[in-house]
């Protein structure tokens, strides 16, 4: 394990052992050398993600070198080709492959697919390769870049160069709605990061984009008929609608479904900067700067509210040619209609028993419209109240009960609870969370109506820096619960293949690897940042409610920069799980682990060499803030290191030790600078262990 902030056990990089420098020195290889280089030739090692539905290994493989063709046997189109040239030109780059020559890959595709992408797009494919080439079937060209991408994580190496494995492949999503959500209102995400994550995405097999649009602090797509929603709502920060079509046309190039999120009624107060008549308060309103739950609502009573919402919906539309529009739905608190009076006279002549009731018929309302622009509605856990028409779908950000509820009522739903990146969580947190869990208690018929999930990227604490590292790779582990059969549950080996996969990302263009480092030196003011990396890889930001208490505390808004050493930290770093492992490895039995004990030795140490990691934190204010753990740290390592002696000696820790150990675990646990340790559970266990 490197505890110096790298990836370690990289499977790809086996089969190099037995070299020697003489054999690789000489321009010739002797015959000796040869032997024995093919006698190591590596095994293939499964680092796909997400898994497939049905994988068979054969022996042999199919080297790749020096040409790689593919063709189109069957049906083609624009789509297709343009699907086959961007996957070629990401295994040249791997691999060195010039295109044409031999091998083959042959792609049998039997049409295009939907003219525009749908919940049941067949996303299908089968995936053959012999020795000889390799065969790629889909019924569709989205099944087609599905394969593609599986064929691009099979590129296996050694010292012989690149080459596929042998294997036979049927693969079908277990879920057809497999989200990514971004919030694009708190902080606003250029073009090109949206694109770069849409890459990561299909590189995953995700196939919706949900675009969340609008909220209090900004409306962020140009609508010509309300000119006003962004030239007062947005400070000049939103898509055109040129952009969004582009990236309508740049998602359906990789599979990708876009549904746009628009939230009604709360979470409403960009829209009414501009058109303060939609609003149900007096006004006047400006653009909300701070995070949290905000009374502007729009007015539900008037039909006015509806002829604006009927032609935004119309002019929407002819951007998103998705059959499904998400109307949000969410946190309304009800505070600007109860204290009008018109509006809770509107209330008791309708007999409605409270504001929920009444965004109930608010929502009765806007599904007309919807289904008047040929749109299916979307919205948030709120929207399922008694009388909500069967065809609406539900997102569950709440928990699963109420997505189970759902779904015994007759309701189609998506799961979001447990798959929110901005909590902070683990990757295995969120790997943990299953649809549709073995004990949902759901007939098959009312589980076949949970049609997937989504992971959201809520964006209160993300800017265009730090987003990618707050999406990836975990979103991967989401992907994969949401793409691969429920029996895939291991959680060793999902962190063994994200390994890989985050790899893959950033080799693709997303940047969660490197943003660290170059934040890091950003905030050190210098290249020489090796004192910092030891306590930075086992550092990470602390969870949501923590950030958010503290921000509430310290006014902060959608303009504090995000440039502290929070942001520059990975949440679920490779140091929490590799030491975490590395831990309860030697735990098993430290006498008989003594390479165990050697990296966990070399680590505290790492961990105590203190004067350079000072005076590095100390020049700079960002990293002056969170000084105290450069301290704990210390600690840490030194518990580390006598905890070891203790254990390999056999001789018990004086009177009071662990008590006092425990304690210094204890206050490692507060957060300091808004950071928390990766690494207190397993030194808790190690600290347990001494007598
Ligand atoms: C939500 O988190 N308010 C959908």
């Not at 399922?384 to 950000?397: A, F, G, I, N, R």
């Not at 964006?459 to 429920?486: F, K, N």
Request: charged residues 20%; proline residues 6%; hydrophobic residues 40%.
């Amino acid at each position: 394990m490197n505890m110096n902030g790298g990836v370690s056990g990289l499977a790809r990089s086996v089969g190099l052992g037995m070299i020697t420098g003489a054999m690789l020195t000489g321009a010739v290889l002797t015959s000796t050398a040869l032997a024995q280089l093919q006698a190591n030739q590596a095994e293939f090692v499964n680092t796909l993600m997400p898994q497939p539905a049905q994988l068979t290994a054969g022996s042999g493989r199919l080297a790749l070198a020096p040409g790689f063709s593919v063709s189109a046997d069957k049906f083609h189109d624009d789509r297709l080709d343009g699907a086959i040239a961007w996957a070629l030109e990401r295994l040249r780059t791997q691999t060195g492959v010039s295109s044409g020559g031999s091998p083959e890959l042959v792609v049998s595709v039997d049409g295009a697919g939907e003219a525009v992408q749908g919940v049941d797009e067949d996303e299908s494919y089968s995936l053959d390769i012999t020795a000889q080439g390799a065969h790629l079937h889909a019924a569709t060209d989205v099944g087609a870049m599905r394969g593609l991408e599986t064929l691009l994580q099979l590129v296996q190496s050694d010292g012989q160069g690149f080459w596929l494995p042998v294997v036979s492949i049927q693969d079908s999503p277990r879920f057809r709605w497999r989200g990514l959500m971004i919030d694009c209102s708190r902080h606003f995400e250029p073009v090109g990061v949206i694109e770069r994550t849409l890459d990561g995405m299909a590189a995953v097999k995700l196939n919706v984009f949900h675009w969340h649009l609008s909220d209090d602090q900004g409306f962020r797509i140009e609508s010509r008929v309300y000119p006003k929603l962004t030239g007062l709502g947005s400070e000049g920060q939103y898509y055109t609608q040129e952009e969004a079509k582009g990236v309508v046309a740049y998602a359906r190039g990789l599979g990708i479904r876009v549904v746009p999120e628009f939230d009604m009624p709360g979470h409403s107060t960009s829209w009414v900067v501009g058109y303060p008549d939609l609003a149900s308060g007096p006004g006047p309103f400006a653009i909300e700067y701070g995070f949290g739950v905000f009374d502007p609502v729009m007015d539900p009573t008037r039909e006015s509210t509806y002829a604006f919402l009927d032609k935004f919906v119309a002019e929407m539309a002819t951007i998103f040619p998705d059959a499904w529009m998400h109307i949000g739905g969410d946190e309304n608190n009800g505070v600007e209609w109860k204290q009008n009076a018109k509006i809770q006279a509107f209330i008791s002549a309708h007999n409605l028993k409270d504001t929920a009731a009444l965004q109930a018929y608010f929502n009765q309302k806007l599904l007309q419209i919807l289904k008047r622009h040929g749109k299916k509605m979307i919205g948030w856990d709120e929207v399922l109240t008694p009388d909500l028409p069967k065809d609406v779908v539900v997102q569950s950000w709440r928990g699963a009960d109420s997505l189970a509820a759902g779904a015994k009522q007759g309701y189609s739903g998506i799961l979001s609870a447990g798959y929110y990146l901005d909590h902070m969580e683990p990757a295995s947190a969120h790997y943990s969370v299953d649809p549709v869990p073995a004990n949902s208690g759901l007939t098959p018929k009312q589980a076949a109506r949970i049609l997937g999930g989504e992971a959201c990227m809520w964006s209160e604490y993300v800017d265009p820096r730090t987003i990618d590292s707050r999406i990836w790779p975990r979103t991967a582990a989401i992907a994969e619960r949401l793409w691969s059969p429920q029996s895939v549950t291991s959680e060793d080996d999902m962190y063994r293949r994200l390994a890989v996969e985050s790899l893959r990302l950033e080799e693709l263009g997303l940047t969660h690897i490197s943003q660290e480092e170059a934040s890091l030196r950003a905030l050190a003011g210098t290249q020489e940042i090796g004192a910092l990396r030891p306590l930075a890889a086992v550092l990470e930001p602390v969870n949501f409610d923590t950030r958010s208490k503290w921000s509430q505390a310290h006014n902060v808004t959608t303009h504090t920069p995000l440039n502290s050493l929070v942001d520059a930290l990975p949440p679920d770093p490779p140091s929490r799980h590799d030491f975490g492992d590395l831990m309860s490895t030697y735990l098993q039995d430290p006498v008989a682990h003594p390479e165990e004990e050697d990296e966990l030795n070399d680590t505290f140490r790492s961990w105590t060499a203190q004067p350079e990691l000072i005076e590095l934190m100390s020049a700079s204010p960002q990293l002056a803030a969170a000084l105290p753990r450069a301290q704990q740290l210390t600690e840490l390592g030194t518990l580390g290191i006598e905890a070891l002696s203790y254990l390999s000696s056999g001789v018990p820790a004086p009177a009071g030790w662990k008590g006092q150990k425990l304690a210094i675990l204890d206050e490692a646990e507060a957060p300091v600078a808004l950071t928390r340790f990766t690494v207190l559970k397993a030194l808790r266990d190690l600290v347990n262990e001494v007598r």
